[in-house]
């Protein structure tokens, strides 16, 4: 029996300075992976901080430089479906519909979505070795089954990756993280919120104890007219990605004048690499142009005994994805067409 104190706050400062004074205390919002993970004696909260009830950060909003802030607090479901971000951001809409279930989605919450954990088997078996889930006792994912693992950025102490779907189109639109903490507010750019795992793997991003996330921001710019999901798994619905790629392109005619490439389910973060988006820039949007984008991303990944098919299957998805980013009458959201 785990004994754990329960508070409803509705003020973030208070919150806040709660999950400061208490060594074991964690934030709540809807619970679809806290609770798993406590389920599964990987975490045991002494007090649990539900912040659900705090006013103002469940709005998805307009930003006076044109952008959209998204509550931490929106659900997934209200995100997805909301009209501006179907409108003018339809990646994330496609990114979170590929996502877990419509069950789940009415749960989770955009603040929770960024602080998902890995699904990394060992690290929910709490009977085997794991560095991120017990600092030290070694990794049993290098050695052992690690079809679903990662292939870029890993290191000798952990290989997993991240899931989440949403962020991997988050990544793509640079967005950026609100957050409260201690210390006061800062904004956290995306591609500097979650962390590669060196030899720290148990910590997953860089908040830093108390900080609330508040909201997410997206700029002016969703790429509407030319962006594309697609997710590859093992099953067609409730899986997470063995392979995903977020692709934004802006073009004038056939020529690429900016590209965004951001991929899921191959590192411990949304993995996007600048220099090919750059080498993009300028050419002419055909699939020899994406294929050596590919090769540029793909540089220095390194498959394990179970998962280097991953390396080609990511290749392959960046330049489909790509081409159906020309033509997003080719998709439907949520679903995907067969490789
Ligand atoms: C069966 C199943 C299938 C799934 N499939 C997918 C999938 O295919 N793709 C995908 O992307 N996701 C998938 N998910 C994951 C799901 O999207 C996440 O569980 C969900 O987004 C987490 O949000 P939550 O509000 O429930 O977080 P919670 O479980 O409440 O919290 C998660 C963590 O975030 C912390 N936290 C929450 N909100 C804040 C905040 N505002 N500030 C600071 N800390 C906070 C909590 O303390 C906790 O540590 C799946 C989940 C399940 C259970
Ligand atoms: S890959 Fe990471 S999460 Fe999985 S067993 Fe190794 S250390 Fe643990």
Redesign the pocket.
């Known amino acids: 029996m785990n004994n754990f104190r329960y508070t409803h706050s509705r003020n973030p400062r208070e919150a806040i300075a709660l999950a400061v004074e208490t060594p074991d205390a964690?934030?709540?919002?809807?619970?679809?992976?806290?609770?798993?993970l406590w389920k599964y004696n990987i975490t045991r909260p002494g007090e649990l901080i539900d912040?659900n009830k705090i006013p103002g950060y469940h709005a998805i909003e307009r930003l006076p430089d044109g952008g959209l802030r998204l509550g931490?607090?929106a659900t997934?479901a209200d995100t997805a479906y909301h009209p501006m971000i179907e409108e003018r951001y339809p990646i994330l809409t496609r990114a979170i519909l590929?996502?877990?279930?419509q069950q789940?989605r009415n749960?989770?919450?955009n603040?929770?979505?960024l602080?998902?954990r890995t699904r990394c088997y060992y690290f929910y078996d709490v009977n085997t070795p794991c560095n991120k889930r017990e600092p030290g006792t070694g990794c049993s994912a290098i050695g052992g089954f690690n079809r679903i693992m990662a292939i870029l950025g890993t290191s000798e102490h952990c290989i997993a990756t991240f899931?989440?779907?949403?962020c991997v189109a988050l990544a793509a639109l640079k967005a950026t993280v609100n957050v409260s903490g201690p210390q006061g507010d800062r904004s956290i750019a995306f591609g500097d919120f979650h962390r590669l795992p060196g030899d720290t793997p148990h910590i997953d991003n860089v908040?830093q104890r108390g900080?609330?996330?508040t909201s997410i921001d997206l700029p002016p710019k969703g790429f509407a007219a030319n962006s594309s999901y697609l997710k590859i798994r093992d099953r067609n619905s409730?899986?997470?990605?063995l392979v995903s790629a977020a692709t934004l392109l802006e073009l004038d005619g056939d020529t690429i004048t900016e590209a965004r490439i951001a991929l899921g389910g191959l590192a411990h973060k949304p993995w996007r690499i600048e220099e090919a988006e750059e080498f993009l820039k300028g050419k002419s949007a055909t699939e020899e142009n994406f294929a050596a984008a590919a090769d540029l991303i793909l540089r220095g990944a390194k498959g394990y005994p179970w998962n280097s098919f991953k390396i080609e299957m990511a290749r392959r998805v960046i330049i489909r994805n790509s081409m159906m980013a020309l033509d997003p009458s080719t998709q439907l959201p949520g679903a995907n067409p067969p490789l």
Not at 98 to 101: P, T, V
Not at 163 to 166: I, L, T, V, Y
């Open positions: 964690q934030y709540v919002a809807g619970g679809t992976n806290l609770l798993d912040i931490a607090l997934n590929a996502g877990a279930s789940i749960m989770a919450t603040g929770g979505n602080l998902q899931p989440s779907d949403m908040l900080e609330l996330i409730y899986a997470f990605a």
